[in-house]
């Protein structure tokens, strides 16, 4: 069966940066910033991003290109026993992580409409949590399905399947260069006309005023290092997936620094946008921007909409704003599922229509449960437990697949065989020592919190039904996947690992 790929290496670096691109980067970066320090926050981000972000991001893109498959065929072909790792990472990233992401991006569909007519009236905090939610008290508390969540999930839920049952070149590389231009040339005008708003530079100096003592704390540097781990889809098996779609002669190191770089100066140019409207609400409501800065949730969906509706032309700006982060959403989420994927074809050469079409459909039943009154708490703790644990370990087992149990020496000379930017040794110390030691120490410090107290002030019971299990429940469907016999002998389609 012959191996779909990229119509172009731009085609390929926006599809990365689709990937990379999410809701984090438009509400979570700029909050950051914002508590560590603002303009000194990009010390160690920058840092964060040369020592960790690039050289796992360009490991991901060795394996996938150099083995020639998608996560758990790169794995299998480097060590069989390590198969396992593949499936975990591509299954709870399908099986949880999209689940949930569909649901807020379908919030964001929502949002778009409301923003017409600013319909969540004075109190748009009652509005989301009460009345758009439906919030229960607790997570055990499901509740019904909220209607208009559930309807929009579905609309969410056909887009990702459109899109990817198109496949590589027609569905997910035409899709993001659509997207990504949209996405930039929305953000650009978001940003332009925030600017003029009266306070933007007031919050736009909040944001980017320099506190130097703020990155002398350990946390601020690991919490660097963790939004670039995260905000580059890294532990995903996404980018594995997408290089092995690249033809034989490609620049992996340019395209893992325009991703990289793409990404991160994406994040910092949205923040300008996001603070120049919390700028504009601090001074129309004569408060100090302390008092009406957010992160995630609250940020997009209470405090934004409290500042469109005082705001001139704040209806357009909302369906603007809210529409980017639907675009955003979107090239995250067929990633993922391209990711899943990818991974199914090619070890039981299915065709891929049939495939995208079972998942979609089971993927879009696994989010109802985020569509329930209790959907937001049943998200909260699945991320967490999915985010910190799954992916991180995932990204920990990737440096010991590809530093000890592999040739990184190959690696690197693969890397360099096809790419205008050499890598030095010294990106094989940086995979083999560095970024093992800063995962372990991401795990080792939640770990730590978490024994002091359940997450959230969740009660342990919640946190174990909802999170662990989900953990447990994936890893054990990724073991039943990697005893299933492959539809042919992969071994002898790549290159003898033994040369």
């Given at each position: 069966m012959a191996r779909e790929q990229w119509n172009s290496q731009l085609g390929f670096v926006l599809a990365a940066?689709?990937?990379?691109?999410?809701?984090?980067?438009?509400?979570?970066?700029?909050?950051?910033?914002?508590?560590?320090?603002?303009?000194?926050?990009?010390?160690p981000y920058v840092i964060a991003l040369i020592t960790a972000g690039i050289p796992l991001l360009l490991l991901e893109f060795a394996m996938g290109h150099e083995r020639g498959g998608?996560?758990?065929?790169?794995?299998?072909?480097?060590?069989?026993?390590?198969?396992?790792?593949g499936w975990w990472a591509v299954t709870f990233v399908m099986f949880g992580i999209v689940l949930y992401y569909s649901v807020i991006i379908a919030w964001c569909l929502d949002y778009c409409i409301f923003s017409i007519g600013l319909s969540w009236g004075s109190d748009p905090n009652a509005f989301f949590f009460q009345k758009f939610l439906g919030l229960s008290k607790s997570p055990l508390e499901t509740g019904g399905i909220q209607v208009p969540v559930f309807i929009s999930t579905a609309v969410i839920w056909f887009l990702n399947w459109?899109?990817?049952?198109?496949?590589?070149?027609?569905?997910?590389?035409?899709?993001?260069?659509?997207?990504?231009?949209?996405?930039?040339?929305?953000?650009?005008?978001?940003?332009?006309?925030?600017?003029?708003?009266?306070?933007?530079?007031?919050?736009?100096?909040?944001?980017?005023?320099?506190?130097?003592?703020?990155?002398?704390?350990?946390?601020?540097?690991?919490?660097?290092?963790?939004?670039?781990?995260?905000?580059?889809s890294l532990g995903f098996g996404i980018m594995v997936a997408y290089a092995s779609y690249l033809p034989a002669k490609s620049d992996l190191s340019r395209n893992a620094l325009l991703t990289g770089i793409i990404d991160s100066a994406f994040a910092l140019v949205a923040g300008l946008g996001?603070?120049?409207?919390?700028?504009?609400?601090?001074?129309?409501?004569?408060?100090?921007?302390?008092?009406?800065?957010?992160?995630?949730?609250?940020?997009a969906f209470v405090v934004y909409p409290k500042a469109l509706s005082i705001m001139p032309g704040g209806a357009v700006f909302g369906f603007i704003f809210f529409l980017s982060l639907v675009v955003a959403g979107l090239s995250s989420s067929i990633s993922i599922i391209e990711a899943f994927t990818a991974a199914i074809i090619d070890k039981f050469a299915l065709n891929r229509r049939f495939v995208v079409t079972v998942l979609c459909v089971l993927g879009f039943a696994g989010s109802v449960i985020f569509t329930t009154r209790a959907g937001l708490l049943w998200l909260d703790i699945v991320d967490?437990?999915?985010?910190?644990?799954?992916?991180?370990?995932?990204?920990?087992?990737?440096?010991?697949?590809?530093?000890?149990?592999?040739?990184?020496?190959?690696?690197?000379?693969?890397?360099?065989?096809?790419?205008?930017?050499?890598?030095?040794?010294?990106?094989?110390?940086?995979?083999?020592?560095?970024?093992?030691?800063?995962?372990?120490?991401?795990i080792l410090g939640d770990i730590v919190a978490e024994i002091k107290a359940p997450?959230?002030?969740?009660?342990?019971?919640?946190?174990?039904?909802?999170?662990?299990?989900?953990?447990?429940?994936?890893?054990i469907a990724a073991v039943f996947l990697t005893k299933r016999a492959w539809h042919y002998d992969y071994m002898l389609h790549?290159?003898?690992?033994?040369?």
């Open positions: 940066v689709g990937s990379a691109i999410g809701l984090g980067n438009i509400w979570r970066f700029s909050y950051m910033a914002y508590e560590y320090g603002g303009g000194a926050f990009l010390i998608s996560a758990p065929m790169a794995f299998a072909k480097i060590d069989r026993r390590f198969e396992w790792a459109f899109i990817v049952y198109r496949g590589v070149g027609k569905g997910i590389e035409l899709a993001n260069k659509i997207f990504m231009p949209m996405l930039f040339f929305i953000t650009m005008g978001l940003v332009f006309w925030a600017m003029t708003l009266e306070g933007a530079g007031e919050g736009i100096m909040a944001y980017l005023r320099p506190d130097f003592s703020k990155i002398s704390r350990v946390d601020v540097w690991i919490d660097a290092y963790s939004q670039i781990f995260f905000t580059l996001v603070f120049a409207v919390l700028g504009f609400m601090a001074r129309a409501k004569g408060l100090p921007i302390s008092e009406v800065v957010s992160e995630s949730i609250g940020l967490h437990v999915l985010t910190h644990y799954g992916l991180v370990t995932v990204g920990l087992i990737e440096c010991i697949i590809g530093a000890w149990l592999f040739d990184i020496k190959r690696l690197r000379q693969h890397i360099n065989s096809v790419s205008s930017i050499k890598m030095p040794r010294l990106w094989e110390g940086l995979i083999r020592f560095f970024i093992p030691a800063i995962l372990a120490l991401m997450y959230g002030g969740y009660s342990w019971f919640a946190v174990f039904m909802v999170g662990i299990n989900w953990i447990v429940f994936t890893l790549t290159k003898d690992e033994t040369e």
